[in-house]
């Protein structure tokens, strides 16, 4: 079993930062796939930031530029660095590892952008 436990989280103003971590623990499959996805209220979960464990990344376009994921394979954690958060950034975000066909995911952080 593998538990997803995320932090930094919380209330920021439109252009200020926030970093997100995840740290995985249990039995993890390697290599695998770490994301960050969010959920806003009303709207469907999106997946935000992708990294796999060769340091390979992908964004949501929305994202590119303003976000960096980053991940220590040694330590089985995962960062996301969220800079010029805009009030539209604000959900419920929610990592992910994705390994031997199995995909785990955290409870969820709430990260909140006043304008």
């Known amino acids: 079993q593998v538990q997803l436990v995320e932090s930094g989280g919380g209330l920021v103003q439109a252009g200020g930062s926030l970093r997100l971590s995840c740290a995985a623990s249990?039995?993890?499959?390697?290599?695998?796939?770490m994301d960050w996805y969010r959920q806003a209220p009303g709207k469907q979960r999106e997946l935000v930031a992708t990294?796999?464990?060769?340091?390979?990344?992908d964004y949501l376009d929305s994202v590119k530029g303003r976000f960096t994921i980053s991940r220590d394979n040694a330590e089985n954690t995962v960062h996301l660095q969220m800079n010029s958060l805009r009030p539209e950034d604000t959900a419920v975000y929610y990592c992910r590892l994705s390994g031997g066909a199995i995909n785990y995911w955290g409870q969820g952080t709430q990260v909140t952008v006043s304008s």
């Open positions: 249990g039995r993890i499959f390697s290599p695998n796939v």
């Open positions: 990294i796999d464990s060769g340091g390979s990344t």
